[in-house]
């Protein structure tokens, strides 16, 4: 019998086998574990490089649907700026997965919206690919997606594939301190794509907010923001979901570092409703 102590503290060694440039500071990881690896949307890892330390990344890929999984990393500091001078077939250590799932199945029969801010459509694109897969179990469904100028959009292959399959997608980009309100059209005969602050296209949406969930995720401010404008708009708290940021040591809940308003977020979230974070931070 495997030793649980083995499996959440010691890393599984990995392969990074493809190595994408996103953007200029964004690069995307495509890994191979050693043996199987099963993991869901919204959980996260804990990646270490041998000698440099160990971060928490969300996993963005999906399960069943890409061959490896994928890690989707900003260069931002000591540890991620050694990750983006590696080359395939670097090798890096990885345990998880760790954290709670988004609950899509409570969405079903429902409408859903998904708000990505930045980043933020990292941890949501494995939840948006199996939603798409089952669209039929679910009604309308809308992107908000915003980044801080078009260059920076990322996944749009995946982006203009949903779109395909009938996903109703509006962009938000905000470029310094300047809002960016327009409309843009796209060359390849698709559809028109609303382009300005991403809380701002929230009434343009054809989705009803009474009957909807929402999975949001990026920047903190963001996230408060628009949950409390979907709340104002009569989504129902209990359906507004986001993932929460942490600076994470453990991924198990033993060294406190995420601890905040009596919640681990490595343990009780990343994923929590705005019920549940207005009950612990009323600020909210």
């Not at 260059?151 to 779109?163: A, P, Y």
Request: net charge positive; proline share 5%.
């Amino acid at each position: 019998m495997k030793s649980r102590i083995k499996d959440t503290y010691l890393p599984l060694k990995a392969e990074i086998v493809e190595i994408m440039d996103m953007t200029s500071d964004i690069k995307l990881f495509k890994v191979k574990p050693y043996r199987q690896f099963l993991y869901k949307p919204g959980e996260f890892i804990m990646l270490s490089l041998w000698g440099k330390g160990e971060i928490p990344i969300s996993i963005t890929s999906t399960y069943g649907f890409h061959k490896y999984i994928e890690l989707c990393i900003r260069r931002v500091g000591f540890i991620t700026s050694a990750l983006h001078l590696l080359k395939p077939p670097a090798k890096i250590g990885i345990r998880g997965p760790f954290g709670n799932t988004f609950p899509v199945e409570k969405a079903k029969g429902k409408d859903v919206f998904f708000f990505a801010g930045g980043l933020g459509i990292v941890p949501l694109r494995p939840l948006i690919h199996n939603v798409m897969n089952e669209k039929s179990k679910f009604k309308r469904i809308t992107l908000i997606c915003g980044s801080r100028n078009p260059g920076e959009i990322l996944f749009k292959d995946d982006i203009d594939l949903w779109q395909k399959k009938g996903l109703n997608i509006i962009f938000g980009v905000r470029k310094g301190l300047q809002l960016l309100i327009h409309n843009i059209e796209k060359k390849d005969n698709s559809s028109q794509r609303k382009v300005g602050i991403e809380t701002g296209h929230l009434n343009t949406s054809k989705i009803s907010f009474k009957n909807a969930y929402s999975f949001i995720c990026g920047p903190p401010v963001m996230i408060i923001e628009t949950m409390k404008s979907l709340s104002m708009m009569g989504m129902n708290e209990e359906s507004i979901f986001t993932s929460l940021e942490a600076h994470m040591k453990c991924g198990v809940g033993k060294c406190g570092h995420c601890y905040i308003d009596g919640k681990y977020i490595c343990t009780d979230g990343p994923i929590f409703s705005y019920a549940e974070l207005k009950k612990h931070r009323p600020s909210y």
